[in-house]
């Protein structure tokens, strides 16, 4: 099976860019995921471009032991910098957060990653950066 490539219409420096993550990441008032699920949560969440204070609720990744930096898992604050530096054109006014370690993928293929991706369309991105957890 051929893997499909696809070559950037425009440059880094003038695209709006959004990260979407299979890391769990929400702000801290969201429903957390649901770990005890053991077919996966296949619900997503919508972190606001201006987002401050994050976290994350992830069946493999416990943040309150420490270890894990987030920004490693959901890249805003470096990619804002990024933006503000010039190398990337801009980033999207929101962004989106799964969770991974999902066993029973056909709600997600069925209906959230859809509604996901036509929001991204809706929001005319030119980019995503996914960052799996």
Do not use: Q
């Not at 990441?25 to 077919?39: A, C």
């Not at 490693?72 to 957060?97: D, I, K, Q």
């Amino acid at each position: 099976m051929k893997t499909p490539l696809v070559y950037p219409r425009k440059p880094l420096d003038e695209c709006r860019l959004a990260l979407v993550t299979t890391g769990g990441v929400h702000l801290p008032e969201d429903t957390r995921f649901d770990i005890d699920d053991p077919l996966g949560d296949c619900s997503y969440r919508e972190i606001p471009g201006s987002a401050g204070e994050l976290t994350w609720t992830h069946a493999y990744h416990a943040p309150d032991r420490g270890g894990t930096d987030l920004d490693s898992v959901f890249p805003l604050w470096t990619l804002r910098e990024l933006e503000a530096e010039g190398s990337l054109g801009e980033l999207n006014h929101r962004h989106f957060s799964f969770m991974g370690a999902i066993h029973d993928s056909v709600p997600l293929v069925a209906k959230t990653a859809p509604e996901v991706a036509r929001k991204l369309v809706e929001d005319r991105v030119d980019a995503v950066l996914l960052t799996p957890s």
